[in-house]
């Protein structure tokens, strides 16, 4: 029994130096063969045991099957080690190191939080407040008191989505105006930024869901020549310094006068034509593109919050941020801006 564990402890020492040699796959196996293969040295080994008492041979039996289990253990390690090497000699032939790197590709703020976040900057830098409000809101901050009651032909034109007979998704920004000024008494300035529903059918020019922007300015002695200049300067700071805006007569409810809010056309540059021949797709030939509605607050909105518009006066707007994404960026869908669309987000980064 003793020279069988001598004999053992020589083969585990030639083993693990016939393994450290062994320079490839294929030695290493053929260092498998002659020690664990069917006519290998372990096998000679073990038939010696018959030469053994009755009561040596379990013994004996048991202490080779635990040296087997060493160097089987040490045959995979080596193994892997030698698989390891192939692997990064494979990457060290195939892969330039000193070539540069791929860029990755990071995410950046989509184009119409940009312009969101860019309007409220203009706004809060002069001392504007920004307000967010509930999306889903009652008729009466919706409509009623923004001078549109239930019977006015007014309400016809927003196409709302209604949650109830009294609740609906909200069709613009102008309920957080109300709400604002039922808050606070006059002066006020504020902008209302979020979110807008409406029933219109998806085009290239109409989405269903889209944002908008609308600021209010109160105070005493606050004209349409107050409106004009603020909406010009942001105008000329979202599109650039030569931006020319023009505005037209209009209606709306809750505004007295009323205007709609144009600005020259950044394809044709106010134009109308894209050559001598070819009307701007953009803007239709006119040379200008709409934005949205602006004018004086009406009195009846200013009666409603328990202001007297003999003594306060006050400006409002409204713009959607997509329709001055469409100017901006030069596109000629509105819907590429909620596509998702990797490609055109990269373009406009």
């Known amino acids: ?22 320079r490839d796959e294929r030695e290493l196996d053929a260092v498998r063969v002659a020690f664990l293969g069917r006519s290998g040295e372990v096998t000679l080994l073990r038939r010696s045991i018959g030469q053994l008492s009755a009561e040596e041979r379990p013994t004996a039996g048991k202490t080779i099957n635990d040296v087997v289990e060493v160097l089987e253990a040490q045959l995979q390690s080596a193994q892997a080690a030698l698989e390891s090497r192939g692997f990064e000699a494979e990457l060290a032939q195939s892969i330039d190191i000193t070539f540069p790197p791929i860029e990755p590709q990071l995410g950046t703020i989509h184009p119409v939080r940009r312009i969101i976040q860019e ?55 102008s309920p957080m105006q109300i709400r604002a000024m039922q808050q606070h008494k006059p002066p006020i300035a504020v902008v209302a930024p979020g979110k807008c529903y409406r029933r219109d059918a998806v085009d290239a020019r109409h989405l269903f869901q889209f944002h908008q922007i609308e ?3 109160v105070a005493e002695g606050v004209h349409f020549g107050h409106l004009k200049g603020t909406l010009t300067e942001m105008c000329r700071e979202l599109f650039g310094v030569d931006q020319q805006v023009r505005f037209r007569p209009s209606f709306f409810p809750f505004t007295e006068p009323s205007a709609e809010v144009d600005t020259t056309c950044p394809k044709c540059h106010g134009s109308g034509r894209l050559d001598t021949a070819v009307n701007c797709n953009m803007c239709g030939g006119s040379g200008w593109i709409e934005l949205g509605g602006a004018g004086m607050v009406h009195p009846n909105v200013l009666r409603e919050v328990g202001y007297d518009p003999d003594v306060v006066s006050g400006w409002a707007f409204g713009f959607g941020i997509e329709r001055i994404g469409l100017t901006r960026y030069d596109v000629d869908d509105i819907r590429r801006f909620v596509e998702s669309d990797p490609d055109f987000l990269r373009q406009l980064r």
Do not use: W
């Not at 029994?1 to 062994?22: D, G, H, I, P």
């Not at 002069?126 to 032909?153: C, K, M, Q, W």
């Open 1 to 22: 029994m003793s020279e069988l564990k001598n004999n053992l402890e020589t083969l585990q020492s030639r083993f693990a130096e016939a393994v450290a040699q062994a």
């Open 119 to 173: 309007a409220c900057n203009f706004f809060e830098r002069r001392g504007f407040a920004v307000l967010t409000g509930p999306e889903v809101e009652p008729d009466y901050y919706t409509f009623d008191a923004l001078n549109i009651p239930s019977d006015h032909p007014a309400r016809e034109g927003f196409d709302s989505f209604f949650i109830s007979d009294t609740l609906l998704l909200r069709p613009h920004t």
């Open 215 to 217: 600021g209010l300015l």
